[in-house]
């Protein structure tokens, strides 16, 4: 009897083994040229059970993303030789890369290129100093959208006007042109054209996109929304500033 306890105990510990190892970590990406905070970082986030790769320049680590990549770049924006923004812009023009999700760390003070990186496709930002605690959490929430969106979450299509919009593809067209999106772009055209005629908030929209007590600016929203403007070109018209308010997306079809 005894040796019938430890046989099945043994095969329940080996079949608990056998299905952690499939499950597959995912990979975060440091880059930061200092090294006490490639430390920190890296000591942290393994505890949190993910798999970590760190770089101390923008060199080596776009060396690696010719053979590899992370499910995270956690990008500081300061380093010599390749900047932050230059790797957020190769992340982001990189057919392989461009949906990898992107954290910036900032310094503070460092507005402007806060707002130029949330621009070129990154989808959040902490500053220094930061609470590895609060980064974690951020990282998270990162990767839970990142899932959330992904090709296989299916949905019904949105049309307005020229506009399709394919939440199951991550795809927007304008008639026959297929619109290059950043993720964050994206999603803030989906939960506009969601609800034609419903007046959101900057607050509102940072809360549908990036979740809940996100920090980010009044001018960064501004600024993601100029952009999808932009790219949408005669059909941005359908996004409508609500002055003093917010923005929403125009009723018609």
Same mark, same amino acid.
């Given at each position: 009897?005894? !040796?019938?306890?430890?046989?099945?105990?043994?095969?329940?510990?080996?079949?608990?083994?056998?299905?952690?190892?499939?499950?597959?970590?995912?990979?975060?990406?440091?880059?930061?040229?200092?090294?006490?905070?490639?430390?920190?970082?890296?000591?942290?986030?393994?505890?949190?059970?993910?798999?970590?790769?760190?770089? /101390?320049?923008?060199?080596?680590?776009?060396?690696?993303?010719?053979?590899?990549?992370?499910?995270?770049?956690?990008?500081?924006?300061?380093?010599?030789?390749?900047?932050?923004?230059?790797?957020?812009?190769?992340?982001?023009?990189?057919?392989?890369?461009?949906?990898?999700?992107?954290?910036?760390?900032? /310094?503070?003070?460092?507005?402007?290129?806060?707002?130029?990186?949330?621009?070129?496709?990154? !989808?959040?930002?902490?500053?220094?100093?930061?609470?590895?605690?609060?980064?974690? /959490?951020?990282?998270?929430?990162?990767? @839970?959208?990142?899932?959330?969106?992904?090709?296989?979450? *299916?949905?019904?299509?949105?049309?307005?006007?020229?506009?399709?919009?394919?939440?199951? @593809?991550?795809?927007?067209?304008?008639?026959?042109?297929?619109?290059?999106?950043?993720?964050?772009?994206?999603?803030?055209?989906?939960?506009?054209?969601?609800?034609?005629?419903?007046?959101?908030?900057?607050?509102?929209?940072?809360?549908?996109?990036?979740?809940? *007590?996100?920090?980010?600016?009044?001018?960064?929203?501004?600024?993601?929304? /100029?952009?999808?403007?932009?790219?949408?070109?005669?059909?941005?018209?359908?996004?409508?500033?609500?002055?003093?308010?917010?923005?929403?997306?125009?009723?018609?079809?």
């Amino acid at each position: 009897m005894v !040796d019938m306890r430890i046989s099945r105990r043994n095969d329940f510990s080996t079949r608990f083994t056998m299905r952690r190892a499939k499950m597959k970590k995912e990979t975060i990406w440091i880059v930061d040229d200092e090294e006490d905070i490639l430390e920190l970082l890296s000591y942290n986030l393994i505890r949190e059970g993910f798999d970590i790769r760190s770089f /101390a320049n923008g060199e080596s680590l776009i060396e690696a993303a010719k053979s590899d990549q992370p499910d995270l770049l956690l990008l500081d924006l300061m380093l010599p030789g390749i900047g932050g923004l230059d790797i957020c812009r190769f992340f982001r023009k990189n057919d392989r890369m461009r949906r990898v999700p992107i954290i910036m760390l900032t /310094a503070k003070g460092e507005e402007a290129d806060i707002v130029i990186g949330l621009e070129l496709g990154a !989808d959040d930002y902490i500053t220094k100093p930061f609470s590895p605690k609060i980064l974690s /959490a951020r990282i998270r929430a990162v990767l @839970r959208r990142r899932r959330e969106s992904s090709p296989e979450m *299916d949905d019904a299509t949105i049309h307005a006007g020229d506009i399709t919009i394919h939440p199951g @593809r991550l795809t927007v067209t304008v008639g026959p042109e297929k619109i290059d999106l950043t993720q964050t772009e994206f999603r803030i055209l989906q939960v506009l054209a969601r609800r034609p005629g419903w007046v959101y908030t900057r607050g509102q929209i940072v809360d549908a996109v990036h979740g809940e *007590d996100h920090a980010v600016t009044d001018r960064s929203i501004d600024v993601q929304i /100029a952009g999808l403007r932009r790219k949408l070109g005669s059909a941005g018209d359908w996004i409508e500033t609500v002055r003093g308010v917010g923005y929403r997306f125009r009723e018609g079809t």
